[in-house]
């Protein structure tokens, strides 16, 4: 299982439930590595995402401890069980985690390569992802050439469980 998340240096992911960088190049990355694929989030991201719609050519899986939530072309599951259970049904490489907190810390143990985009810059952020540099058991596999967009520099790094 994979992941996938844009972090500034403090490791922030997220301010007022919206993303704290808006890069078109992170965006165009996101899309072409999650088209095609089943992308797992929770009840807060979904709600975040334009239009409130699923993400397109994409299976969107949703958990919610909302027992009543339905939501038109969204698979969605109250518990990290029945998460995991369907979750069974796909290849484990078509499956990227894309958010918020709660589910990247549910979800971390069970992911195997974690996709980050750094972007070199600290931005005021009340949610974070867990500092891979500082977990012994994820190691950087790569970083690309530094790139920018306006003012901002940013690198895509792949880290893989070691």
């Known amino acids: 299982m ?7 240096n403090n490791w922030g992911i997220g301010y007022e439930n919206g993303l704290l960088f808006h890069l078109p190049e992170d965006l165009k990355f996101f899309k072409s590595m999650t088209t095609g694929k089943n992308v ?7 709600f975040s995402l ?9 299976n ?3 958990l919610s401890d ?3 939530l339905k939501i038109d072309g969204v698979t ?5 069980d029945d998460l995991l259970e369907e979750l069974k049904k796909y290849d484990a490489d078509d499956v990227f985690i ?3 907190q709660a589910v990247y810390s ?4 069970y992911c195997s390569t974690a996709y980050v985009t750094h972007v070199d810059a600290v931005k005021k952020a009340d949610k974070f992802f867990p500092n891979l540099k500082e977990m012994k058991d994820w190691k950087l596999v790569y970083t690309s050439e530094p790139q920018n967009s306006g003012e901002l520099c940013f690198t895509y790094n792949t880290y893989k469980r070691i």
């Open 60 to 62: 969107n899986i949703v």
């Open 2 to 8: 994979n992941l996938i998340v844009s972090v500034d």
């Open 66 to 68: 909302n027992k009543e």
């Open 106 to 109: 549910l979800m971390l143990p």
């Open 76 to 80: 969605v599951v109250n518990t990290l």
């Open 40 to 46: 797992v989030m929770g009840e807060k991201t979904f």
């Open 50 to 58: 334009p239009r409130q719609k699923p993400l397109p050519n994409r």
């Open 98 to 100: 894309i958010g918020g």
